[in-house]
């Protein structure tokens, strides 16, 4: 249920937390954004999430934070556990080719910024799915990979089946104006769905 789906998000760039805030508010989910470090551990001891969301560029690879996240992103999942945390680390343009081989060798699933649409929600659709906070990709993402309907690229038949997925050409998702004006359109039915099972105390 989208009231079971707690993110913690922490990044201190205004422009990054209003998208990320828009897009994730979207689908129903609870959102807490943090902008410092330490708020971070704090927001983190408390506990409760399935995904973190954590700007690479205000938590380096040598803090405590990164160390933090790295392990509940390796962590294998307990046997009977409802869910467990995963972590999608965002990695600015300017942080570095080090940076990204760091993530690549430690196999870690991360995104680099500017977020693609597709390829962010994509992602996080992924790594809700290993925690069972959802039992389907969500739906936009599915929207969306009907509409592109196209063959896989060489970049992507060479990286298929490598646990990050993140080099796909993001120039290859296009939508026509008729497709954008169709997915309005359920956005907006969806949207008023979620509104009437609110006035009327459905879950």
Not at 171 to 194: C, F, P
Request: aromatic share 4%; with cysteine.
């Amino acid at each position: 249920m989208a009231s079971e789906v707690r993110i913690l998000v922490i990044d201190d760039d205004a422009a990054s937390q209003a998208a990320l805030r828009q897009m994730l508010d979207a689908e129903g989910w609870e959102v807490e954004i943090v902008p410092m470090v330490n708020q971070g551990l704090a927001a983190l001891a408390a506990g409760g999430w399935v995904l973190v969301i954590v700007n690479v560029g205000l938590c380096g690879p040598e803090s405590l934070l990164f160390h933090m996240l790295r392990e509940l992103a390796l962590a294998e999942p307990v046997e009977g556990e409802k869910a467990r945390v995963r972590t999608l680390f965002l990695v600015p343009e300017m942080a570095g080719q080090e940076v990204e081989a760091a993530l690549e060798r430690d196999r870690l699933p991360y995104i680099v910024k500017p977020l693609h649409l597709h390829d962010f929600l994509e992602r996080v659709s992924d790594l809700l799915m290993e925690t069972s906070a959802i039992a389907a990709p969500i739906r936009k993402v599915q929207y969306m990979s009907r509409s592109v309907g196209r063959a896989k690229t060489s970049s992507e038949k060479a990286t298929q089946g490598r646990q990050t997925q993140m080099f796909t050409a993001r120039d290859e998702y296009q939508m026509t104006e008729e497709e954008i004006t169709e997915y309005e359109r359920q956005e907006q039915e969806e949207t008023q769905r979620k509104k009437k099972k609110r006035d009327i105390g459905l879950p």
